[in-house]
């Protein structure tokens, strides 16, 4: 039996019901002594919708939604056609599709519109991001007689106006956080509001989403500061409007459980499951996964039927997911908002109940009806156990998680099967751009049990190996092996919370060092370094210096992302005995030298980029695959045991200094690709540490870069709206730091 008792049921007359059709809207949940599925009745045939099959479709995204949907339209046989900018003319979701079109932007409504038109395209699908939840574009698509795939326009702008939905969903009976909703949106009217509520509280955009326009306020002194960064931040993300706030009670110990919901044009509406999207940075999703961990059946199904009862009160047709934060001091949950539109972790609801949601999305736009009814979907989790999916971004979490960009120098994908999934937007030798949002790929995962899913993540993730850019990879390691997370201890600030252990410095193993050499000498000996006589990158910049006969020497410094250029400097000098046989010593600086005899090694170098070793030591047998960009030869990364290891080759003493370098380490540099939004100091301007020295926009994301040390600014070496590269120095030299 469960828990909550569930029956049909018709919301109350009172609800503020927007139908899409004549017809009664209705939860689709048959009670627990019918096995029939539920039929439902209308008032005529002539009020039922009319099926009109899908043929061609129109994919208004990029990267891998765009290859995603298109696979889902391939095999019903409906025809698609991509967009493409001038960014992404190269990128593999332009080339996957049989048509494909240029557009200046994917946020031009009116161009695609124009160009679905010119071509006879039937219907259109907006993926996530861009125009999806745009319900002036949903409207200017039905009224040029294009199929929209996805809710009706005034459910879209009912949900997108945070105001508005709160005023529905507590007509609805869908508990909200206590806040402000109102239209008077002077400073001193939010502060006197954000008074009265009680700090801490949370500052959000009405067209928020994704974290942008969003603070959290911890008390009166730093209001005005925090409004204004989420206004001039909800400007540049959601355009006119955007600037309109709320002001809402800060849940201290919050969980981020959403439910996926769907429903068609006959007024069945179903509830998928729910998804824990706890674990965040920077207010935005890096693990999901369902079910949600430690959460009793009564909450669970109170939940799905508050999302159901959310979805019919604006009348909603399509895939949507209605968002709630659940209080983990009082066990209460308050409804956030509703994303009108097919979620970046959809996969993880389409493991766990076996279904295709796209294919749900084209043959609910087509005038069907749902496939599954509520029973058989929950009889579909209960029987395919837990899912998680991991998102691979190109970010560096060292650093703040800062954006990165760049090329796919090597790529290599953990294999998959019906229970391990990739969703991706890349191949090797592509470039994420800058212009766009980071995520490389998704990692989806299914096991009969939240331990088994959690356990094949770590494995999976194990074999995900990216180089060209910094990414997650690594760090989404630590979470799947985090004690609190294994035993779902999640909440929104789990990132925080467990910093110490998740930033805890890993300590490298003598082989890595070994290998990495073994691999740079193999591949000289292979005849894949270039005439080392005639460039920077010889024999003693980047493989190694000979001392006596059959030795080379190699040195090496771990790369920290967390503190340039201070890593731990290894030496390795290798003896060689015979073509395969070496002796290994490794120097570390104040510890004595190891030695390691006798290692049999296997190298091949496949390319100029990637080299493969086969080592055995005296006690077991190492497979390692090293990675050189052949443009930085310096740099070396190493995969093995499932880690990934980054080494820089050290360069001799003088040409730092012919580069400056001993300067440059007391600069601030951009640490990503960035547009330089506002400088906050000035030159000859005395700063103390941690004050802020300017302030940067990457992907549509405000960060403060503030100073490393108390000192004087010696130089602006940039100006204000001018984009950078990753690198470039911002702010001169700072002097006299302590």
């Not at 156990?385 to 760049?406: M, T, V, W």
């Not at 003493?653 to 906050?680: D, H, Q, R, T, Y």
């Amino acid at each position: 039996m469960r828990s909550l008792k569930r029956t049909h049921h018709r919301l109350r007359a009172s609800l503020p019901l927007r139908p899409s059709s004549a017809l009664t809207p209705r939860l689709l949940a048959p009670s627990a002594q019918t096995t029939a599925p539920v039929t439902t009745t209308t008032s005529s045939s002539s009020d039922a919708p009319t099926v009109t099959p899908l043929t061609s479709l129109l994919i208004a995204n990029r990267g891998e939604i765009a290859l995603r949907i298109a696979r889902t339209a391939s095999r019903m046989g409906i025809a698609t056609t991509t967009l493409y900018t001038p960014v992404d003319a190269a990128s593999q979701h332009a080339r996957s599709s049989p048509s494909s079109l240029a557009l200046p932007s994917y946020l031009d409504g009116e161009a695609i519109i124009s160009l679905a038109r010119q071509h006879g395209i039937q219907a259109l699908h907006p993926g996530y991001g861009f125009l999806s939840e745009n319900a002036a574009f949903a409207k200017r698509c039905s009224e040029e007689g294009i199929i929209f795939v996805g809710p009706p326009p005034q459910a879209m702008a009912d949900m997108g106006d945070k105001a508005r939905s709160k005023e529905i969903m507590t007509a609805a009976g869908v508990p909200c956080v206590p806040g402000y909703h109102g239209g008077e949106q002077s400073v001193e009217e939010l502060k006197a509001r954000a008074g009265e509520i009680k700090f801490p509280v949370l500052l959000k955009s009405v067209k928020g989403g994704g974290g942008k326009g969003m603070r959290i306020v911890q008390n009166k002194e730093e209001f005005e500061a925090q409004l204004r960064s989420a206004r001039q931040e909800a400007r540049a993300s959601f355009g006119e409007g955007g600037e309109v706030m709320l002001v809402e009670k800060y849940i201290v110990r919050p969980r981020h459980v959403e439910v996926q919901v769907f429903a068609d044009r006959y007024g069945n509406c179903v509830a998928l499951g729910e998804r824990d999207c706890s674990v965040q940075r920077r207010h935005q999703k890096i693990l999901e996964e369902s079910p949600a961990p430690l959460l009793d059946d009564v909450t669970r199904h109170d939940l799905w039927d508050k999302a159901r009862t959310a979805a019919l009160a604006v009348g909603y047709v399509g895939a949507g997911t209605v968002e709630f934060i659940l209080d983990r001091d009082s066990g209460e949950f308050y409804f956030m908002e509703m994303n009108t539109r097919l979620q970046v972790e959809h996969p993880v609801s389409e493991m766990v109940t076996g279904t295709d949601l796209v294919e749900w999305q084209f043959r609910v736009a087509a005038g069907e009806k749902l496939p599954m009814t509520q029973d058989e979907i929950e009889q579909a989790i209960r029987e395919r156990g837990a899912a998680i999916e991991a998102r691979i971004y190109a970010e560096n979490p060292e650093k703040g998680f800062f954006p990165d960009s760049g090329k796919l120098v090597h790529l290599s994908t953990p294999r998959t099967d019906e229970d391990v999934r990739i969703d991706a937007g890349f191949v090797e030798g592509d470039t994420v751009s800058e212009a766009y949002d980071g995520m490389i790929a998704k990692l989806i995962v299914r096991g009969k049990d939240r331990e088994t899913a959690i356990r094949r993540m770590e494995l999976a993730l194990r074999e995900y190996e990216v180089v060209g850019l910094s990414t997650n990879i690594e760090f989404l390691k630590k979470l799947c092996r985090s004690k609190a997370f294994i035993e779902g201890d999640v909440e929104t600030g789990f990132i925080e919370k467990w910093r110490s252990e998740l930033f805890r410095p890993r300590h490298t193993e003598d082989e890595v060092f070994v290998q990495a050499a073994l691999a740079l000498l193999g591949k000289e000996e292979h005849g894949q370094v270039a005439d080392q006589l005639n460039t920077l990158h010889g024999p003693t910049l980047g493989f190694g210096e000979a001392s006596t006969q059959g030795q080379r020497k190699f040195a090496f410094r771990v790369r920290d992302d967390a503190v340039e250029g201070q890593g731990d400097v290894v030496e390795v000098t290798l003896t060689q005995k015979s073509p395969s046989l070496f002796d290994a010593t490794v120097s570390r600086q104040g510890a004595e030298p190891q030695t390691l005899e006798n290692i049999v090694s296997e190298t091949k170098t496949p390319s100029t980029t990637r080299t493969t070793l086969t080592t055995f030591y005296p006690t077991t047998r190492i497979e390692t695959t090293v990675i050189q960009d052949p443009a930085y030869d310096e740099k070396v990364t190493i995969f093995q045991h499932g880690a990934k290891t980054e080494l820089d080759l050290l360069q001799p003493a003088w040409f730092e200094k012919a580069l400056g370098l001993k300067e440059a380490a007391s600069s601030v540099v951009a640490p990503m690709p960035c547009k330089i939004l506002k400088n906050e100091v000035s030159e000859g301007q005395e700063v103390e540490k941690g004050a802020p020295l300017v302030v940067i926009e990457s992907m549509k994301m405000e960060t403060v870069i503030r100073s490393p040390q108390k000192g004087v600014i010696k130089r602006l070496a940039h100006k204000e709206g001018v984009r950078y590269l990753q690198g470039w120095y911002c702010i001169g030299v700072i002097r006299g730091g302590t």
